[in-house]
């Protein structure tokens, strides 16, 4: 059972109240449990590569009409450790094309852009390849999200319809050397006809403070 004493230093710490002269335990102890709900565990990172290009211009419109591959929303919010939203997030993202190769003189499927006031993001892009070298297993997407007061991240995005994972990422994940966490591997909602097949992908991203 937690103590007055105990409820007030836990609700300061989680930044939810100020200290006042006279509070109410158990209005506490609800604040507490309300913001204890809202924290979050951080976006696992995940290695630069080779392939990032600095400058990226603003853009969230990667792909170009007639591209092929499998056209592919990327969306999702950004949020820090405290459960806070984050509006004014810089989020840039890389990735290869549909055959598995990276733009080194341009900027084709790189894009960057800054969350909403709802601290949401969204780009538009293809499925990526697969590396034709094999010197990388799975599809992805690089992420670099940067926020003022938070820790930079660095991390990528995977795809649990990729094949590698034959239909269990869960138990699969390890036959890419670099994905440490299958928290990383979003699951992949798939619309339209089969002509016409559109991607989408959720991927919530969470800061640390600094």
Request: charged share 20%.
């Amino acid at each position: 059972m937690l103590t007055r004493r105990d409820i007030l230093q836990k609700c300061v710490a989680l930044g939810s109240v100020a200290i006042a002269p006279h509070f109410c335990p158990e209005a506490m102890l609800a604040v507490f449990q309300e913001r204890e709900k809202q924290v979050r565990k951080p976006t696992p990172p995940d290695v630069l590569g080779p392939f990032y290009k600095r400058l990226t211009p603003m853009n969230n419109m990667l792909r170009a009409p007639g591209d092929p591959g499998v056209p592919l929303t990327l969306s999702g919010q950004v949020f820090n450790t405290r459960g806070d939203i984050l509006p004014d997030a810089i989020i840039e993202i890389w990735q290869a094309n549909h055959q598995g190769y990276y733009d080194l003189d341009g900027y084709r499927y790189r894009g960057k852009l800054q969350t909403d006031n709802s601290g949401a993001y969204g780009f538009e892009s293809v499925i990526p390849g697969h590396y034709p070298d094999k010197s990388r297993i799975c599809q992805h997407t690089h992420y670099l999200v940067i926020a003022p007061g938070h820790k930079t991240l660095v991390t990528q995005l995977y795809f649990a319809t990729d094949p590698v994972f034959e239909g269990d990422p869960a138990k699969n994940y390890s036959r890419d050397p670099l994905i440490e966490s299958p928290e990383l591997i979003r699951p992949v909602m798939l619309t339209g006809d089969p002509n016409e097949v559109h991607a989408k992908v959720q991927f919530e991203l969470c800061l640390e403070l600094l």
